[in-house]
């Protein structure tokens, strides 16, 4: 138990529907991170809320959406998606000590989503 | 890109034996982190060792860090089946405001 907790393990949807991943933190950190993990390829980086500011990759595509609404609670919101992006995705969050500088990352168990 | 690459890809040995992975990376950084993935989980931070040290322990895992050539190895000492995983290292930028980014993984396999 890391105390970051995510659901729903596994998803599997269709390219039009609309689901949410959803992550929770028990560890009073103040930066949560949403990491896309396909085959083959190293951990993508795909949003960042650190000290309530969000800072997000650019080359994710709009069809992901992420929402923090406190800094225990990071979602991912899921709209049209393809199947390319069928992957791993793991929530982690982190103490910064100061803005932009990453310490030891705690990871949840991650979500595995299948886009048919 | 900061990114790391691990070597090698992957790693077979028997039970007992030490298990070596190396990074490299490209650019400075203020720290360089490892961490293990079991299949399907989530990753598990190891140790991190900050661009001033040389070399770090944390029971059976030694880390290296050689900021001149830009690489770092983990050392598994007397392996056991359970450390069968993936082992990532991770990056952490000079540059204000860079985030940690991951290499690829070395899958390591200890056989009973």
């Known amino acids: 138990e890391t105390g970051v907790t995510q659901t729903p393990r596994h998803l599997v949807m269709g390219m039009t529907n609309k689901k949410s991943l959803k992550c929770e933190q028990h560890?009073?950190?103040?930066?949560m991170y949403w990491y896309k993990q396909s085959a083959k390829k190293p951990l993508e980086l795909m949003f960042v809320y650190s000290l309530e500011e969000r800072v997000e990759n650019n080359s994710v595509p709009s069809r992901f959406s992420p929402e923090c609404p406190n800094s225990s609670h990071l979602f991912l919101h899921l709209h049209t998606l393809q199947p390319e992006d069928s992957a791993l995705y793991l929530c982690?969050?982190?103490?910064?000590?100061?803005?932009?500088?990453?310490?030891?990352?705690?990871f949840g168990e991650g979500s595995r989503l299948t886009v048919l | 890109s900061q990114q790391g690459e691990e070597d090698p890809q992957a790693l077979s040995i028997q039970e007992g034996e030490n298990a070596t992975m190396n990074c490299s990376y490209k650019?400075?950084?203020?720290?360089l982190q490892w961490y293990r993935q079991n299949s399907g989980r989530g990753l598990v931070h190891l140790i991190l060792?900050?661009?001033?040290?040389r070399e770090k322990h944390s029971g059976r895992l030694r880390v290296t860090l050689d900021t001149s050539k830009k690489s770092s190895s983990l050392l598994i000492t007397a392996s056991r089946a359970a450390d069968t995983a993936s082992y990532f290292c991770?990056?952490?930028?000079?540059?204000?405001?860079?985030?940690?980014?991951f290499g690829e993984g070395t899958q390591l396999t200890v056989n009973p």
């Open positions: 982690a969050s982190s103490q910064e000590v100061l803005a932009g500088r990453t310490g030891e990352l705690f």
């Open positions: 060792i900050r661009s001033n040290e």
């Open positions: 991770a990056t952490d930028g000079e540059t204000s405001g860079s985030r940690l980014t």
């Open positions: 650019t400075s950084i203020n720290n």
């Open positions: 560890l009073g950190h103040n930066a």
